[in-house]
């Protein structure tokens, strides 16, 4: 289903009860913020928001896509598997054999449709250009500060449209931009990204970039620019894909770019790779954590054009789940099918937790038929696309359902020996990852925990399961070790042999040393993993602990494995936070993402005013413990 705006889908969205507008005034620097998180962290994501007033002229609308049902509003299906198999059969009726004519005439109306979808230039204005500023100021715009420490406002869902100068070949992709005055900001594109190569590309060349922005219009354009694709496949074609229409593009005012026609908002401008970096951040980001300062390029505005009756579209990151993780989630399924069939034909499933933040943990469930399958797909996927940015891979067999995480823990732990079991390697990170020693770069972990074949089993391969007691004189323990704050066992007294232990972090403060003592205590059981965080962590809160812990590891630097006198190998986890006080660590260490006091304050007292149901609590409430001093960097660093 195509949408010609934002418009469109907000009618549906109302027709479908999955809209909330507010007309009293919320502020665009930090109160919608505030009030989205609220709605966004309800179960099933709450519904979506329109701001009719934020001191412009211009609604805004967040959380569009924060749900799985919204998403399939968006693209036109009932569930998210369906584009999957949409893939799936197309791939197939193209790429089977054809023995004579008759066969190939049945692949021209697979053919005719996927020309359907290519993106098409069209002459004259588009709806995004009804109104033109030539004299730009994107202070028109309701621009967000989203938390107290951004280092100012950010486009938070812009459609970047880049093109290679060598080749031709456009980009579409999806970069913050901070705002520094009426028409400069800074476009915030990473290493790995396609932007970020024909800036390279423009600096080689010694010419001007020309960029044009994107905001609103079919929320395909959104998704497509989020969407992990191969390199110099146009997004534009996806989306046409997506939505079953192509999309109409037009000529932008002020540069050689084209848009889409039916945009809500377009900014358009240029970068000068002559000019020097500006030091963008600190920004709350998506890990739950603030991005902090780096460089990045100047983007200078040169034109701004909308429609009439445009709409602002903005997202808001932090601790998960918010409106990207059901994006991920989205990307999730429509990409398992892709990598079926061009990489990795036994993988049966994927799943990516929300508290995984996209990159630090994907579980693959494999289709398993011989010795070494595991490491293999493991050592694929870390060299596939943006899979090379995974930090934790966990493999299991067919027989587990992945989704259920309760199940899906109990049974790849009794498949589990850590001794046997476990790989490590380096590679690209996202750069995003503040737990690396270096930015972008540092260590991934790799768990076989599929069923073993009798070519991979080993002496010491223990299959351990089965209620574990107790651990003995467990106050006389934590006293005697005296850094210890908690130790949850919860899972090892259920039959999961883990331990989560929270500790009173200092300067000496050795995790394997730790762990051989606790585990010392034990008379002939098998503790499989240890995990260590810090003292404000709820370690019985398994979701924050997930979270916190797969953040804050470099597991070729945090990851150890011990093996007391006479028993079967554990792997220790150290998720704490680092500082410099650590060996080999010198960056520094960013804070967890929180609304201020008086942010939440404000948004309690006008809550009844804003119309939109009962009192919701401010999340932040529950995270503030994590905070670590005043600012976007970790105090102790």
């Known amino acids: 289903m195509a949408f010609n705006s934002l418009n469109e889908f907000i009618h549906l969205l109302e027709k479908e009860n999955e809209l909330l507008r507010i007309s009293h005034f919320a502020d665009p620097v930090l109160e919608i913020t505030e009030i989205t998180d609220r709605i966004s962290k309800l179960p099933g994501g709450g519904k979506a928001l329109l701001f009719e007033n934020n001191g412009t002229g211009f609604p805004v609308l967040m959380n569009a896509l924060g749900s799985e049902k919204r998403i399939c509003l968006a693209l036109g299906i009932k569930k998210l598997d369906d584009i999957a198999t949409r893939i799936d059969t197309l791939f197939r009726e193209i790429s089977s054999p054809k023995s004579g004519l ?133 997004e534009f074609l996806f989306a046409g894909f997506l939505r079953n229409k192509k999309v109409d593009l037009v000529k932008c005012i002020s540069i050689d770019s084209w848009v889409p026609s039916d945009a809500d908002i377009i900014i358009e401008g240029y970068i000068d790779p002559k000019e020097e970096l500006i030091l963008e951040g600190p920004f709350g980001d998506h890990t739950g954590f603030y991005s902090l300062p780096d460089l990045y390029p100047r983007f200078h505005i040169t034109c701004i054009t909308h429609r009439k009756d445009a709409v602002y579209p903005a997202t808001i990151v932090g601790i998960p789940p918010q409106e990207d993780a059901y994006i991920a989630k989205a990307t999730e399924r429509i990409f398992l099918a892709p990598i079926r069939l061009a990489l990795l034909p036994e993988v049966a499933d994927i799943d990516v937790p929300d508290e995984g933040v996209a990159h630090n943990m994907t579980v693959v469930k494999i289709n398993k038929s011989y010795p070494g399958q595991a490491v293999k797909v493991i050592n694929s996927l870390w060299g596939a696309g943006q899979m090379m940015l995974n930090k934790i891979m966990l493999v299991v067999s067919d027989d587990i359902d992945i989704h259920d995480y309760i199940n899906l823990t109990r049974k790849a732990i009794d498949n589990y020996n850590p001794a046997t079991d476990t790989c490590f390697s380096r590679g690209p990170l996202d750069v995003l990852d503040h737990s690396a020693g270096k930015m972008s770069y540092g260590g991934k972990l790799g768990i076989d925990a599929t069923l073993k074949l009798p070519e991979e089993e080993q002496a010491e391969h223990l299959n351990i399961s089965g209620k574990i007691e107790n651990l003995p004189d467990l106050p006389d323990l934590i006293k005697r070790l005296g850094i210890i704050g908690e130790i949850n066992q919860e899972l090892s007294s259920a039959g999961i042999p883990v331990l989560i232990i929270s500790v009173n972090k200092t300067k000496e ?99 009844d005013q804003l119309g939109i149901g009962k009192f919701i609590i401010s999340p932040s409430l529950k995270y503030k413990v994590l905070v670590n001093g005043a600012g976007a960097t970790s105090e102790d660093t």
Request: aromatic residues 12%; glycine residues 6%.
């Open 102 to 234: 008759f066969d190939k005439l049945k692949m021209l109306p697979a053919l005719k449709e996927i020309a359907s979808w290519l993106p098409r230039s069209v002459s004259g204005r588009g709806k995004c250009q009804e109104i033109i500023e030539n004299d730009p100021d994107v202070e028109i715009l309701p621009v967000l500060k989203c938390w107290p420490f951004d280092g100012g406002r950010f486009f938070t869902l812009p459609v970047v449209i880049t093109t290679d100068p060598v080749t031709g070949l456009r980009n579409v992709g999806m970069y913050r931009m901070q705002v520094y005055n009426r028409n400069l900001t800074a476009m915030h594109w990473h290493r790995h990204k396609t932007g970020a190569r024909h800036f390279e590309e423009y600096k080689k060349a010694g010419r001007r970039m020309p960029v044009a922005v994107a905001l609103g219009g079919d929320l395909s354009y959104t998704y497509a620019a989020t969407a992990p694709l191969p390199d110099n496949l146009d």
């Open 509 to 607: 403060f050795n995790a394997a040393r730790i762990a051989e003592e606790i585990l010392s205590n034990f008379k002939g059981q098998h503790i499989k993993i240890v995990v260590f965080a810090d003292k404000e962590v709820d370690i019985f809160d398994y979701s924050i602990t997930f979270w916190y812990v797969t953040n804050n590891i470099d597991p070729t630097r945090d990851c150890q494995f011990i093996s007391p006198p006479g028993r079967p190998a554990t792997l220790c986890i150290d998720g704490t936070r680092k500082s410099k006080d650590n060996i080999n660590f010198f960056r520094d260490w960013p804070n967890v993402i929180v609304s201020s006091d008086e942010t939440i304050r404000k948004v309690d007292a006008m809550w």
